[in-house]
């Protein structure tokens, strides 16, 4: 058994907003320096360009990637052998998120659906707790834009439809997009589960980009062809054209009803706030 204590989760989690809202991870600097030197397009560069030096200005002089800060995503897998103890997890959690937007005075955006009414905080985080094998707890956070959280598709194809039309209805969503998620993307992708739980597995998708390679070779296969296909489809940097429309993508497969099939396909922006801790 393992004591975690719950103030150490938000403090955890106040890190890594804090520390997403202003430094792209290596991965995405890599990634984004990779499509630079690959753009056959000028206007394509030039975007990949002031994207490259726009994370260099904000990591060095504590300015956000992005105007817009995003809203608060957080998921916790939880190994059983875990035991937490202090305030309620769910108010450490959102405690942390408000630490980071408040001392780091990041945009906060929560507002009420209806009336608009601004909260004055980023908070209630999206909160997901996953209960899992052994005694770690395993803290992931995302701070995701407007723009590309309201260009994520849920879609439900014809259980008969098949591994073609899978491709094709995924690169559709995507380009459909087009400009107004602020492209290169990162991806995740769901294929399976149910209406409820292909948003959740789409969204762990995006979040393991960063992680290792998925183990499913099927997985990877179609992550590849879709990929491509994506990034054929001329849309390009910022929607100006050229090669690259995604920087990373990830497919995640679930069995699902013999009468369904579900496909949820959760767009990021190029500016990846995405962290991982290990706790």
Same mark, same amino acid.
């Given at each position: 058994?393992?004591?975690?204590?719950?103030?150490?989760?938000?403090?955890?989690?106040?890190?890594?907003?804090?520390?997403?809202?202003?430094?792209?991870?290596?991965?995405?600097?890599?990634?984004?320096?990779?499509?630079?030197?690959?753009?056959?397009?000028?206007?394509?560069?030039?975007?990949?360009?002031?994207?490259?030096?726009?994370?260099?200005?904000?990591?060095?002089?504590?300015?956000?990637?992005?105007?817009?800060?995003?809203?608060?995503? *957080?998921?916790?897998? !939880? =190994? +059983?052998?875990?035991?937490? #103890?202090? $305030?309620?997890?769910?108010?450490?959690?959102?405690? &942390?998120?408000?630490?980071?937007?408040?001392?780091?005075?990041?945009?906060?955006?929560?507002?009420?659906?209806?009336?608009?009414?601004?909260?004055?905080?980023?908070?209630?985080?999206?909160?997901?707790?996953?209960?899992?094998?052994?005694?770690?707890?395993?803290?992931?956070?995302?701070?995701?834009?407007?723009?590309?959280?309201?260009?994520?598709?849920?879609?439900?194809?014809?259980?008969?439809?098949?591994?073609?039309?899978?491709?094709?209805? *995924?690169?559709?969503? !995507? =380009? +459909?997009?087009?400009?107004? #998620?602020? $492209?290169?993307?990162?991806?995740?992708?769901?294929? &399976?589960?149910?209406?409820?739980?292909?948003?959740?597995?789409?969204?762990?998708?995006?979040?393991?980009?960063?992680?290792?390679?998925?183990?499913?070779?099927?997985?990877?296969?179609?992550?590849?062809?879709?990929?491509?296909?994506?990034?054929?489809?001329?849309?390009?940097?910022?929607?100006?054209?050229?090669?690259?429309?995604?920087?990373?993508?990830?497919?995640?497969?679930?069995?699902?009803?013999?009468?369904?099939?579900?496909?949820?396909?959760?767009?990021?922006?190029?500016?990846?706030?995405?962290?991982?801790?290990?706790?």
């Amino acid at each position: 058994m393992r004591l975690i204590f719950t103030q150490t989760v938000g403090e955890e989690i106040r890190d890594l907003f804090l520390t997403t809202a202003f430094v792209l991870p290596p991965r995405v600097k890599a990634d984004l320096t990779e499509a630079f030197n690959n753009e056959p397009s000028p206007l394509g560069r030039g975007v990949l360009s002031a994207l490259l030096l726009n994370s260099e200005v904000s990591a060095k002089s504590f300015l956000p990637l992005c105007q817009d800060t995003g809203l608060a995503q *957080v998921r916790l897998d !939880i =190994g +059983q052998e875990v035991v937490l #103890a202090g $305030p309620a997890l769910t108010q450490a959690v959102n405690d &942390g998120v408000k630490a980071a937007y408040n001392s780091a005075f990041l945009r906060k955006s929560a507002c009420w659906p209806v009336s608009r009414v601004n909260l004055g905080e980023d908070a209630p985080a999206s909160l997901e707790t996953v209960v899992v094998p052994g005694d770690k707890l395993v803290v992931r956070v995302l701070a995701k834009g407007g723009g590309c959280d309201n260009r994520c598709h849920f879609m439900s194809l014809p259980p008969t439809a098949g591994r073609k039309a899978i491709v094709n209805a *995924v690169v559709e969503a !995507i =380009g +459909q997009a087009g400009p107004d #998620a602020c $492209p290169p993307y990162y991806v995740g992708i769901s294929i &399976g589960g149910s209406f409820e739980s292909a948003p959740r597995l789409a969204r762990l998708a995006l979040m393991e980009i960063l992680d290792d390679e998925p183990s499913l070779e099927e997985e990877r296969l179609l992550a590849d062809e879709i990929f491509e296909a994506v990034n054929a489809s001329g849309v390009g940097p910022m929607g100006l054209g050229g090669r690259t429309t995604v920087l990373g993508l990830r497919v995640k497969i679930c069995p699902t009803h013999l009468a369904s099939l579900p496909i949820a396909v959760n767009l990021c922006c190029h500016s990846f706030r995405c962290g991982r801790v290990e706790l």
